[in-house]
């Protein structure tokens, strides 16, 4: 019933740095289903963002891809050429960047920008797209959109660049869309409107979504799947019901119960120990071993497997034979 | 925005009234003899100096004459040049064409290929085409303006007599002073065409390759930088990525969204520049016998001309404002965020 | 018993009047009334742009008031002089939100702690200062040998806790908190809050606590003003705050909360 659309394998990168390359992702793997939200949740420095640029290879310079692919329409994204992705881009894999103010020129018009992503795939006529462009931020929950064309970005709130940002990304009805931290630079009340939003769209457009993220609770409200990750690892990759009511990892596990909450004041937050490790620390067993409450002898000597079983995987010695 | 533009131009005067009255009253330090003896053209009327005193009002408080001298320059009379010959306003409208000429030629070179060097330099950081931009960056920067305008003198005239000193050659001088040449605009460049004179309008071409060469080079070197610097940091921006994520072709990123934004402090550059370029005339213009305004501040300042040097700086001040004004406006031109306030 | 900090009908304006032109004006503070009682947390929670940050100011004295009473201990901030002002942030000291921007990084640990007790002449033996900087470092349950370490060299929870073992280096009895932990990665956040919470019931400290993050206002605070435009829209107990939400804007935040519970 499910049908993969994007498939990521063994995805390795790093940043080349004066003392060596530092790595950043050590081979991750998943597969984005059609028409679903996957969630990657990880804290700073987890590698999630960098993930993120390299799905369309939109990575900063010092960036390295060491290994892995990344299989859309089968064929890999990582090895194809410039001019063939450029295709893609905008096309058929879209993207929405966390500070939606300096993410769009501020200089050119919502307008100008909205249109030449159309131009740039298609022939239309500058009537046709204007019209289209219209219709988009109509979409998008802009009201006298008409006008607005005309305005420059920093005529716009956050939240309303926010919505320029998804109508645009939106203009060619992509197969694929990647939101890298939306709602992070947003108000709580911006925050649940673009949700809303894109959750709607999502549906609405049969679209696949790669929310990525630092926030659960944001993941909770929107995915369909999540992806745990740490230390430039997988952790852990679940149904998101099952993830938020029974997560496996100890490093899930942590992260949810050291989460303040509003329905109810609780007189200590359960803590993890210590700090997520910087990239290019080295470990060599379970990264997260060091701050792990469960940590035994064999995780500090080999870095788990990922434990498949039921539609979800754990790495964690503790799921063996489960 | 207007308000903005009424403000600066509410600048002009003050400017110009302070620098005059500067340099007026730097003159009243020479006694009232020496400036009546400027008057005179005969040393046998050396003996008449208390008559010139009196007649000019020599003595008065320095607040009185200045008075005088800023009634005379709002009735068009800037005062008799003894070094150029003929009244002060004759001598400006005179030479001013020629310099301004000269400024505007250079600008253009500066601006053209100083932001696309600079740009080149950029996209293909580390590459070839950003060492040589460099390379021709710090060169630009080391060479002093005298320095390199005597030896290109001394290889394209002296040597290859490629390119002449001067304004312009005897024959183009015989048109242009003949009833048949019509002056329109005073700018020769201009006025040739208009004339269909194609001869004379190469002849003036070609006289200013080796002023504005010298002159843009120091300004050329700037512009690379600024322009290299500003294309990096907008190329780094995140609406770049976004431009690149929505499947743009790299020209367009680079030109239509990186460039854009990058041209920004650039046209400031250029107004500041156009400005410090009209200063390095007086430089370039007596190096190359050049017949504009900076020559004849020099010449007026050589032989205490002061009614020239009043009326050179009062041009300079006027210049001065004005082409700030100008950077102002293209500025806020280029910048919606400024232009919308 | 004098409250920690009364903040008496206070007004902000800002004005931009332009040489030639028209005199535009911002209400960024309207009337705000706050009473912080010694020993309590006292939550301000808002949006981006609700005057939160700049209420902190004027509390602080880096920004004028333009009417109104601020009452530190009872004590009237208005008219003070420079001098005065020392004193004063002897009694009341601030942690902000960015641990990245707030620590000099050209400053060993050492020297960060020492600054403010340099100012005030405190702790000038050695030893004493020696034990005293230990001490601090004990508190934040950071490791004494971090003393001689650079801010470059610690994560974003480290230098938080060093920002907070600096403002409570001159044992001051009010904390300004500035959206100290939004910065923060989830799994050290909640360190920080466990330790701001411990450090507050230790010392009895009085904290004005700013934050957009209601969940984490609840976990802390023992009464809440919610900000909105420049005014306080709700202001009561946690307690009742999160329980009988009266204000609609406070029910419109609190709705907008995501949540992991109850999907």
Redesign the interface.
């Known amino acids: 019933m499910s049908e993969p659309i994007l498939q990521v394998q063994d995805l390795r990168l790093g940043f080349a740095t004066d003392s060596g390359s530092v790595p950043v992702l050590h081979g991750l793997s998943y597969t984005l289903e059609k028409g679903k939200v996957l969630a990657v949740v990880g804290e700073s420095g987890s590698g999630k963002t960098v993930h993120a640029l390299s799905l369309l290879k939109l990575l900063p310079p010092n960036a390295r891809i060491e290994g892995g692919k990344i299989i859309y329409q089968g064929k890999n994204l990582l090895t194809m050429k410039e001019s063939s992705l450029r295709h893609i881009r905008g096309k058929k894999i879209a993207m929405i960047f966390q500070d939606p103010g300096s993410s769009l020129n501020p200089v050119l018009t919502i307008g100008e920008q909205l249109c030449e992503t159309l131009h740039a795939h298609q022939k239309i006529s500058k009537t046709a797209s204007r019209k289209r462009a219209v219709e988009l931020l109509t979409q998008v929950g802009i009201t006298d959109a008409e006008k607005r064309l005309n305005d420059y970005p920093f005529q716009f709130s956050g939240g309303m660049c926010q919505r320029v940002m998804i109508a645009m990304a939106l203009a060619l009805s992509p197969d694929i869309l990647i939101a890298d931290e939306p709602t992070t630079a947003l108000d709580v009340t911006i925050q649940a409107q673009i949700l809303t939003l894109i959750k709607n769209l999502q549906k609405q457009n049969g679209m696949s979504v790669i929310f990525i993220t630092h926030n659960l609770a944001v993941a909770a409200q929107i995915a369909d799947e999540v992806l745990v990750l740490y230390a430039g690892q997988c952790m852990e990759q679940a149904p998101a019901a099952q993830l938020f009511s029974r997560p496996l990892h100890p490093y899930t596990q942590g992260l949810l119960g050291s989460l303040a909450s509003v329905r109810q004041k609780t007189d200590k937050l359960s803590v993890i120990a210590g700090n997520p490790p910087r990239p290019g620390d080295k470990t060599e067993g379970c990264p997260f071993a060091a701050r792990c409450p469960k940590a035994f002898e064999k995780c500090y000597k080999a870095c788990p497997p990922l434990y498949e079983q039921a539609g979800r995987s754990t790495r964690c010695y503790l799921q063996e034979g489960k | 925005m207007g308000?903005f533009m009424?403000?600066r131009l509410?600048l002009l005067p003050l400017v110009v009234l302070g620098v005059t009255f500067l340099l007026f009253f730097l003159t009243q330090r020479l006694s009232p003899e020496m400036r009546a003896s400027l008057y005179v053209k005969d040393p046998r009327q050396m003996g008449a100096l208390e008559e010139v005193i009196r007649q000019y009002g020599l003595r008065d408080n320095v607040f009185k004459q200045y008075g005088r001298w800023l009634g005379n320059v709002v009735h068009g009379d800037l005062g008799y040049s003894p070094s150029a010959n003929m009244p002060v306003a004759q001598a400006l409208k005179q030479y001013l064409p020629a310099t301004i000429q000269l400024a505007l030629v250079t600008m253009l070179l500066v601006v053209f290929f100083g932001v696309w060097f600079g740009a080149a330099s950029a996209v293909h950081k580390d590459k070839w085409q950003d060492i040589v931009a460099r390379f021709i960056s710090v060169g630009g920067f080391s060479l002093p303006i005298f320095v390199l305008g005597l030896i290109l003198l001394m290889v394209f005239y002296g040597k290859l007599h490629w390119f002449a000193p001067g304004g312009y050659s005897i024959q183009t001088d015989i048109i242009i002073h003949s009833s048949a040449f019509k002056t329109y605009t005073g700018f020769l460049l201009l006025d040739s065409l208009l004339n269909g004179q194609w001869r004379v309008f190469g002849d003036v071409l070609s006289h200013l390759v080796l002023p504005a060469l010298t002159l843009c080079i120091g300004s050329f070197a700037l512009m690379v930088r600024v322009m290299r610097s500003s294309m990096l940091e907008e190329l780094n921006?995140?609406?770049v990525?976004?431009?690149?994520?929505?499947?743009?072709?790299?020209s367009?990123i680079i030109y239509?969204?990186a460039g854009?934004?990058a041209i920004?402090p650039v046209i400031t550059l250029a107004g500041i520049q156009f400005i410090r370029l009209l200063g390095g005339t007086v430089i370039v213009e007596t190096i190359f016998d050049y017949p504009g305004i900076g020559r004849f501040g020099v010449l007026a300042a050589q032989q205490l001309d002061i009614a020239g040097i009043l009326g050179f700086s009062l041009m300079v001040a006027v210049l001065f404002v004005v082409g700030n004004l100008l950077s102002d406006i293209l500025y806020t031109a280029?910048?919606?965020?400024i232009r919308?306030e | 018993m004098t409250n920690a900090i009364v903040v008496k009908q206070l007004y902000k304006t800002y004005e931009h009047k332009p040489w030639l032109g028209t005199k535009t004006q911002k209400e960024v503070l309207q009337g705000i009334d706050l009473t912080l009682p010694r020993g309590k947390v006292l939550g301000l929670v808002g949006e981006s742009g609700c005057g939160k940050s700049t209420l902190c100011k004027v509390i602080l004295g880096i920004e004028p008031a333009t009417s109104g009473t601020v009452l530190i201990n009872g004590q009237n901030t208005s008219g003070l002089s420079v001098r005065q002002w020392r004193v004063m942030r002897r009694q009341m000291q601030v942690v902000f939100q960015d641990p990245y921007a707030s620590l000099d990084p050209r400053f060993s640990v050492r020297k960060l702690l020492s600054e403010p007790l340099d100012i005030h002449g405190l702790y000038a033996h050695k030893q004493d200062r020696e034990e005293y900087l230990r001490e601090l470092l004990r508190a934040v349950q950071l490791d004494a040998a971090f003393l001689d370490r650079y801010p470059h060299e610690f994560s974003g929870g480290q230098r938080q806790r060093i920002a907070i073992a600096r403002a409570l280096a001159l044992n001051p009895q009010i904390l300004i908190a500035d959206e100290p932990v939004s910065a923060l990665d989830v799994s050290v956040q909640a360190q920080i809050l466990n330790l701001l919470k411990e450090i507050q019931r230790q010392r009895n400290l009085s904290i004005l606590f700013v934050t957009h993050d209601f969940a984490v206002a609840r976990f802390l605070c023992d009464d809440i003003a919610v900000m909105q435009n420049g005014q306080i829209v709700e202001y009561t107990t946690a307690e009742t705050l999160f329980e009988h939400p009266q204000a609609a804007y406070t029910k419109k935040l609190l709705a907008a909360v995501p949540s992991v519970e109850g999907r």
Not at chain 2, 334 to 337: K, L, Q, S, V, Y
């Open positions: 308000r009424l403000r509410c921006k995140d609406y990525r976004t431009a690149r994520a929505k499947g743009l072709r790299e367009q239509k969204h854009k934004n920004i280029a910048d919606p965020r919308l």
